[in-house]
């Protein structure tokens, strides 16, 4: 498409959006004369929508854009404007917005968002150690998505945990048909309105949905991740940081603990309930494995078909394995991974000490089978990172994802990437590869199963466990 027409195209889009501001601004427009304390700002925001339609949305959030549904980012555009038009200035007694006195207060009343999957709750997990330390008598409330709620509760460092399912497709990997509705959205955040928090602290980069919050919640201070949106936050004091695409997750995230003068360190923790080790330990025993004898744990999922190796060569690693060590292979993943895992199960002759349980048991069980393994052969997943909460030494398989930002730390994990630069949106589960996975393509069986082996030597310390002598 030339680049005449794709103005042409962009500015009717923009003519189109400003009608549709246009149709509903007497709507809001009223709602804004009703109100005496509303937003000063209406008309400068409302006269950028008609001229400019979400120009400027886009501008701010253009690969999001991208993936996203346009009715999606008008619902939260047109939800800002509703709560702005219904808000008062805060009445929050902690201390007048710019003068930094709330970071020394120990009472603080904190809500804490993290609406990513697992990895992200793990990786969180320091920061709101730290936090938890640092401020032992302030109130701290941990958002999280319905599907990390359950590991969020697993950990003492929130008086409470609450779970919200964002609208934006980004989060619903996990959610199914759990997307709510205008309706839902706008009650939920009436629970979570002016006064009940002193300090917003959001974990991912800022979207619409991250906006919205901040702007029904109206915190003395937000602490939260680029990009700004100086227009919707005049009544906070805001703290973003700059993302870091080559510091380690979880270490990157201790900035923000330390703006509060909180400290810790970057390692993941994870600790295993008696129950469930029990119950993995049944059902190892249940397909062969005795307690205590090695093997490798498999996870050829991730979340996103962008991040996974091919499974014709994870069948090609099992069979190498199979045939040179005997080696016990153990396939985990989540349900919906099923397939993925039975088309490298399916090949049982091929890799007789092959054991698929990928789907078939908890979550929990599974991480506790993870917990016996000698290591982890996966992607960027939510697996990886418990086998680093847990310190079962891993090699991980990375394409669209850095390593720098997500790989286990430590000589125990090996990290492989046999490509730079991969153009992909790799964040976005509804993002496409345009490369044809050339990325994890590149990545060679050979070099994989020698990685394995030099890490599989290295923690028995014995050549002969693991050598071709020892068939």
């Known amino acids: 498409m030339s680049h005449p027409l794709r103005r042409l195209l962009a500015r009717f889009r ?3 959006e400003g009608m549709f501001f246009f149709l509903v601004l007497p709507i809001f427009f009223l709602r804004h004369l009703l109100q005496r304390n509303a937003s000063p ?41 509703w709560r702005l038009t219904t808000n008062s200035p ?31 709750v793990l990786q969180m997990v320091p920061a709101m150690t730290a936090l938890r330390k640092g ?20 950990y003492p460092v929130a008086d409470q945990v609450m779970a919200v399912v ?22 939920w955040s009436q629970q979570v309105g002016p006064g009940r928090y002193d300090v917003l602290i959001t974990t991912t ?18 602490i939260g991740m680029l990009p700004g949106w100086d227009r919707y936050r005049d009544c906070a004091e805001d703290v973003m940081l700059a993302y870091e695409p080559d510091v380690y997750e979880a270490e990157s995230l201790l900035r923000i603990p330390k703006i509060l003068d909180c400290h810790g360190t970057p390692a993941l923790i994870y600790k295993v309930q008696e129950a469930e080790r029990m119950e993995a330990r ?24 962008g991040k996974n190796w091919p499974v014709d060569r994870f069948f090609e690693v099992c069979s190498i394995l199979s045939s040179r060590y005997h080696m016990p292979i153990v396939i985990l993943g989540a349900p919906e991974e099923r397939d993925l895992a039975s088309q490298i199960g399916a090949g049982k002759t091929e890799c007789p000490h092959l054991i698929n349980l990928c789907g078939k048991t908890s979550l929990w069980v599974s991480v506790a089978i993870l917990a016996e393994a000698s290591m982890l052969l996966g992607n960027d997943s939510g697996l990886l990172h418990f086998a680093a909460a847990l310190g079962v030494p891993t090699v991980a398989l990375f394409g669209p994802t850095r390593p720098a ?15 730079d630069g991969c153009p992909c949106i790799s964040w976005h589960p509804r993002a496409q590869c345009s490369q044809d996975h050339a990325c994890m393509k590149a990545i060679r069986v050979d070099t994989v199963v020698e990685v394995i082996e030099d890490q599989l030597n290295r923690r028995y310390h014995e050549d002969i466990l693991f050598s071709p002598s020892s068939r």
């Open 14 to 16: 923009r003519g189109l």
């Open 90 to 120: 805060a009445q929050v007694g902690v201390s007048s917005p710019g003068s930094g006195e709330w970071k020394n207060r120990p009472d603080l009343r904190m809500l804490v968002v993290t609406p990513g999957h697992l990895g992200d």
């Open 205 to 222: 980069t800022t979207d619409p949905w991250v906006l919205y919050l901040s702007v029904c919640i109206q915190p003395t201070a937000w």
């Open 135 to 154: 401020k032992p008598h302030a109130h701290i409330t941990w958002l999280v998505g319905p599907w990390s709620e359950g590991l969020a509760r697993r």
């Open 41 to 81: 700002d209406f008309w400068k925001r409302w006269r950028r929508y008609l001229l400019d339609g979400l120009g400027e949305f886009r501008r701010a959030w253009w690969l999001l854009l991208q993936m996203e549904p346009v009715s999606t980012v008008l619902r939260y555009l047109l939800l800002i404007e």
């Open 405 to 419: 930002k997500w790989a286990p730390r430590g000589d125990r994990h090996r990290a492989l990437r046999a490509v």
């Open 282 to 305: 049944r059902v190892l025993e249940e397909n062969g494995l005795k307690t205590g004898r090695p093997f490798l744990a498999l996870a050829p999922g991730s979340g996103w078909m």
């Open 166 to 187: 964002p609208a934006l497709s980004q989060y619903q990997r996990a959610a199914g048909d759990q997307k709510p509705t205008v309706w839902d959205e706008y009650r």
